[in-house]
């Protein structure tokens, strides 16, 4: 590979890490071609871009992005792939089903909304994460509980304090 075509490279990788948000670096080394080709199968059906590329190019493009992946960096060892996806989620669950058939990918590290975690006991926290729209629609409930039951409480106490008052009125 020429310096042309790793400064193209190290282009794409900067403009994928800025359009998908979110990327995961694995260790896929040891694998056979077949397995290699049956995981970029599996994650072009899950919406995930993967690509096989040399440490020193992804720590590039890592450098050409704002943001802070300087924790990213001692993780940039030996065969490296780098999955892209839109979702934060999906790559985990991803790494996790081809993990039920062998020890390979293993999460070096993941780059989620500004989130860096490392390391591959990291997956099931991953799995587990819950995306922005998701936590957003649970604080919109969690605060819409309150103000309904002030509203009902408000509502139901109003009408017992005109019947107090009533009841005052034909006493008197």
């Not at 943001?67 to 792939?81: H, N, R």
């Not at 780098?82 to 790494?95: E, N, Q, R, V, Y």
């Not at 390391?119 to 605060?143: F, H, R, T, Y």
């Amino acid at each position: 590979m020429n310096k042309e075509e790793k400064h193209d490279l190290v282009l794409a990788l900067t403009e994928q890490i800025k359009e998908y948000g979110n990327f995961y670096i694995t260790d896929t080394s040891n694998l056979t071609v077949a397995k290699i080709n049956d995981i970029r199968r599996q994650c072009f059906a899950s919406d995930i871009k993967m690509q096989v590329t040399k440490n020193s190019l992804i720590k590039k493009a890592m450098e050409a992005v704002d943001g802070d992946f300087s924790e990213m960096y001692d993780v940039l060892k030996g065969a490296s792939s780098i999955m892209f996806s839109k979702s934060g989620t999906a790559p985990a669950k991803l790494i996790k089903q081809l993990r039920k058939k062998g020890d390979k990918p293993v999460l070096k590290a993941a780059y989620i909304d500004t989130a860096v975690f490392i390391g591959d006991n990291q997956l099931d926290a991953l799995v587990n994460l819950k995306s922005k729209e998701q936590l957003i629609g649970e604080i919109v409930g969690l605060l819409q509980s309150p103000a309904k039951n002030v509203i009902g409480a408000l509502q139901s106490g109003g009408n017992k304090l005109a019947g107090i008052v009533k009841t005052l009125q034909e006493r008197g």
